[in-house]
């Protein structure tokens, strides 16, 4: 599961928020669990993982995280105000430190003109706030979920700094 470039960001975020004596959480839609699974393949980890979400489909964002419906039908599941919803609500429900989520069209199904695939929104629950990411990867399925769990975990890094 891990690639080279996901290890070691994995590796220094374990040494981070250990050394914080903090904790994380994900809520996944788009990566299914895979930036869990990352940080789960070192032993140990229990130490700074607490949980993840996998909420695919759009009732599990709403029953797991509180994402509320309405926003979720205003603005469709691959949006800004989705994963900064996403984010929020995993840092509330797991009581952690912080959250990161991902909210995107992998494909290679699913894309439109405004939301083609590869399309992905990040957000990240730190205890100042919530900030949030729009990127587009290219790729087939995998290789844009690969990259959304890189970009996921590089970028609660940068926020660690």
């Known amino acids: 599961m891990n690639t080279p470039s996901i290890s070691p960001l994995v590796e220094q975020l374990a040494t981070t928020l250990k050394a914080r004596g903090q904790m994380m959480a ?28 996998v909420t695919y489909s759009n009732a ?17 599941a691959v949006s800004e105000p989705v994963a900064r919803a996403m984010a929020a609500g995993a840092l509330a429900h797991a009581h952690v430190h912080w959250a990161v989520a991902v909210t995107g069209v992998a494909g290679p199904t699913g894309g439109s003109p405004e939301k083609p695939v590869g399309t992905v929104w990040f957000g990240w629950a730190t205890p100042t706030g919530v900030s949030t990411e729009h990127r587009h990867f290219d790729g087939d399925r995998a290789a844009v979920r690969q990259a959304t769990v890189a970009h996921a975990l590089a970028g609660l890094l940068q926020r660690l700094a």
Do not use: N, Y
């Open 26 to 53: 994900t809520a996944e839609s788009c990566t299914g669990g895979l930036i869990a699974g990352a940080c789960t393949e070192i032993s140990g980890s229990s130490d700074w993982f607490e949980r993840g979400f």
């Open 60 to 76: 599990a964002k709403t029953e797991l995280l509180g994402v509320p419906a309405v926003l979720i039908e205003a603005h469709g």
